[in-house]
Every structure is written in structure tokens, then in C-alpha cells.
């Protein structure tokens, strides 16, 4: 079943629609739990397209298997996605900085109002994200620490390599995720991979994640993979930031999710013009490079990568 959750009218006769599909049993029965799965929050974010795929995909294979709820949205932010524009085009607005919303404001914040009263009561949500075009992640949740109790145990199930519980910060207040957890509908960000692409080794491995959750939930009694044990990270100084000491074209020599020692290459920044190389960029110290710049162009303070320090991963 295909339902608009909200449309607003735009000028030329067209309706911008956000849309869900909701998959259920064929005898649904009173109390089903219900999961979420829901992305293109930011229209340059398209791997979630592909789980969202492949979740409908698997369910109706065997969907006599399927004993609960499963609401997909794929497209949040379809004029975005479109469009290829992180946020609402003409709108120059973030719509991950516009939750909870209002039902009675201007066009946005109404859909944002609306999206959460749709989602809003879910057993678990899922809210997939891609990095930018500028750094490639490895497959990760992040976890406001505030709600770290309830969204741990659901994070350590889903599958993924690496959970970071970081601190509060007054922008995410007003982010989908926070906004849904703070009203006690428990929602994971999932990170992973690239703006603008697809990788599906990493869609893939969320997949089995989502299923694992959803048997976990009473909503799957499928066969499920047993989901592999992410590093949990909830300290600030477990996570060493790499930033470019000059502008020009970065070149990686490693790949990231890759166990470094201090000192080790991890690539340089060039000059096309002279051909020489500007900077080492060196590990800073023994750990695990979780972040990797993909788009070359650098200038002098632009991130390039994030190690997890190895005292993390060994405690």
C-alpha cells in the first residue's frame, strides 16, 4: 500500500508528495510492532535508495514470513533528490534542521510537522544517511549521548561496524532523529558511504541489519544473519580528526576501515602545477581510519579523514 503522507501545492499545477509504502500481513492482527525505515532526508544522499529496495524486495519474496509492520520512505526530500540538492531546492533550507516543524507554519516546517506525526509511534526507526560528496564512510551509527540507553542495545543488532555516541549539541535539536527519540519514538542515524552514490556492499550489510532488528522486534520470522560486533565508541578523545595543512589535490595511499600506526602514509596533497608534493599526510596515531576524503580538492583546513585511536577498539 502506497500512501501520501503530505503534499503541498507548487506553482505550474505540480504537488511536491512525500510518499511511504507500508507492507504488512494479510491478516494484520491488533498490537503489530512496526519498524520504520526511512531516507533522502538531503536530496544528495541516495545509498538508503537501495536499502529501501532491497527491503521491500526480500520481504516479498517471503512474505509469509513477515509478522509485523515495515513503513518505508524513501524520498523525504523528493524535489532533493530530483534535483541532486542536499537540501529543498528554492528553499536554501536543510530539512534536517527543521524538525519538529509546525502544522500551522510556512511550507516546510508543515511537512516536517507532518512526516513526524506519521512516523512518530514507530517500535524503531531507522534514518539512513549518506556522507557528502566529500568523504566516504564506513557503515556507522550515531547516537545522541542522551539517548544512548535506548538506542545502544538496538545499534549493537543493526549490523554496522562502528557506533559513536557523541554529545549534545544544540543544532541537533532540531534534527529528524533527535526530534523523534526526545518523544519516545526510538530512531538510529545510520552513516555510510557517499554523497551522490551508491555502494552496495554497505547497502547490503544494512540490510541484514534491518532484518536482524526486525526479528528482533517480533516483526521478521524469517532466517537472518547473525549481525557482526561494532566497535562502540563514547568517548570524544577516541576519535583523532585529520585536516589539511595546505590547499591542493589530495591522493589516498590506503583505504579507509584499514589499521594504521602512527606515522604511517595515509596520502599527500599535490601540486598538478609544479609537481611536487605539498604534505605527508601521516596518521597521527595507532588506530583505524573510519573516514577518508573522496573528493580530491582540499584547502588548507579541510578534513580529510577520521581515525578511531586503537585505545578504543583494545579497552
Same mark, same amino acid.
Given at each position: 500500500?502506497?500512501?501520501?503522507?503530505?503534499?503541498?501545492?507548487?506553482?505550474?499545477?505540480e504537488?511536491?508528495?512525500?510518499?511511504k509504502?507500508?507492507i504488512?500481513?494479510?491478516?494484520?492482527?491488533?498490537?503489530m510492532?512496526?519498524?520504520?525505515v526511512?531516507?533522502?532526508?538531503?536530496?544528495?544522499?541516495l545509498e538508503?535508495?537501495y536499502?529501501?529496495f532491497?527491503?521491500?524486495?526480500?520481504?516479498?519474496?517471503?512474505?509469509e514470513?513477515?509478522?509485523?509492520i515495515?513503513d518505508?520512505?524513501?524520498?523525504?526530500n523528493?524535489l532533493?533528490?530530483?534535483?541532486?540538492?542536499?537540501g529543498?531546492?528554492a528553499f536554501?533550507?536543510?530539512?534536517?534542521?527543521?524538525?519538529?516543524?509546525?502544522?500551522?507554519?510556512?511550507?516546510?516546517?508543515?511537512?516536517?510537522?507532518e512526516?513526524?506525526?506519521?512516523?512518530?509511534?514507530?517500535?524503531?526507526v531507522?534514518?539512513i544517511?549518506a556522507?557528502?560528496?566529500?568523504?566516504t564512510?564506513?557503515?556507522?551509527?550515531?547516537?545522541?549521548?542522551?539517548?544512548?540507553?535506548?538506542l545502544?542495545?538496538?545499534?549493537?543488532k543493526?549490523?554496522?561496524?562502528?557506533?559513536?555516541v557523541?554529545?549534545a549539541?544544540?543544532?541537533?535539536?532540531?534534527?529528524?532523529?533527535?526530534s523523534?527519540?526526545?518523544?519516545?519514538?526510538p530512531c538510529?542515524v545510520?552513516?555510510?558511504?557517499?554523497g551522490?552514490?551508491i555502494?552496495?556492499e554497505?547497502?547490503?550489510?544494512? *540490510? &541484514? /541489519? %534491518?532484518?536482524?532488528?526486525?526479528e @528482533?522486534?517480533? =516483526?521478521w520470522?524469517?532466517?537472518?544473519s547473525?549481525?557482526?560486533?561494532?566497535?562502540?565508541?563514547?568517548?570524544?578523545?577516541?576519535?583523532?580528526?585529520?585536516n589539511a595543512?595546505?590547499?591542493?589535490l589530495?591522493i589516498?595511499?590506503?583505504?579507509?576501515?584499514?589499521t594504521?600506526?602512527?606515522?604511517?602514509?595515509i596520502?599527500?596533497?599535490?601540486?598538478?602545477?609544479?609537481?611536487?608534493?605539498?604534505d605527508?599526510?601521516?596518521?597521527? *596515531? &595507532? /588506530? %583505524?581510519?573510519f573516514?577518508?576524503r @573522496?573528493?580530491p =580538492?582540499?584547502?588548507?583546513?579541510?578534513?580529510?579523514?577520521r581515525?578511531?585511536?586503537?585505545?578504543a577498539y583494545?579497552k
Amino acid at each position: 500500500m502506497i500512501k501520501t503522507v503530505a503534499s503541498v501545492g507548487l506553482p505550474v499545477d505540480e504537488v511536491l508528495a512525500i510518499k511511504k509504502r507500508r507492507i504488512q500481513p494479510e491478516n494484520k492482527k491488533k498490537g503489530m510492532k512496526r519498524i520504520s525505515v526511512v531516507t533522502g532526508i538531503h536530496g544528495d544522499e541516495l545509498e538508503g535508495q537501495y536499502v529501501c529496495f532491497e527491503v521491500a524486495r526480500k520481504i516479498e519474496e517471503e512474505k509469509e514470513k513477515l509478522a509485523g509492520i515495515v513503513d518505508i520512505y524513501p524520498a523525504m526530500n523528493p524535489l532533493g533528490i530530483d534535483s541532486i540538492t542536499r537540501g529543498i531546492p528554492a528553499f536554501d533550507l536543510d530539512m534536517n534542521r527543521l524538525f519538529p516543524g509546525n502544522i500551522d507554519g510556512n511550507m516546510t516546517e508543515y511537512l516536517a510537522a507532518e512526516i513526524m506525526k506519521d512516523v512518530s509511534g514507530s517500535d524503531l526507526v531507522i534514518d539512513i544517511h549518506a556522507s557528502n560528496i566529500y568523504l566516504t564512510e564506513i557503515p556507522q551509527i550515531r547516537i545522541n549521548e542522551l539517548h544512548e540507553d535506548t538506542l545502544v542495545p538496538f545499534a549493537e543488532k543493526a549490523n554496522v561496524d562502528f557506533v559513536w555516541v557523541h554529545g549534545a549539541s544544540t543544532v541537533l535539536e532540531s534534527t529528524f532523529a533527535y526530534s523523534l527519540n526526545s518523544t519516545g519514538t526510538p530512531c538510529l542515524v545510520v552513516e555510510m558511504g557517499v554523497g551522490m552514490r551508491i555502494t552496495k556492499e554497505y547497502g547490503d550489510q544494512l *540490510v &541484514d /541489519g %534491518i532484518f536482524h532488528l526486525m526479528e @528482533e522486534l517480533g =516483526i521478521w520470522n524469517g532466517k537472518t544473519s547473525e549481525p557482526r560486533k561494532p566497535i562502540i565508541s563514547k568517548n570524544p578523545d577516541d576519535v583523532s580528526y585529520l585536516n589539511a595543512s595546505v590547499g591542493g589535490l589530495f591522493i589516498p595511499k590506503v583505504r579507509h576501515w584499514e589499521t594504521l600506526k602512527k606515522g604511517e602514509l595515509i596520502g599527500q596533497i599535490i601540486d598538478p602545477l609544479s609537481g611536487k608534493v605539498l604534505d605527508d599526510v601521516l596518521s597521527p *596515531v &595507532d /588506530g %583505524i581510519l573510519f573516514t577518508i576524503r @573522496e573528493y580530491p =580538492i582540499v584547502d588548507e583546513g579541510s578534513l580529510v579523514g577520521r581515525l578511531l585511536r586503537k585505545e578504543a577498539y583494545e579497552k
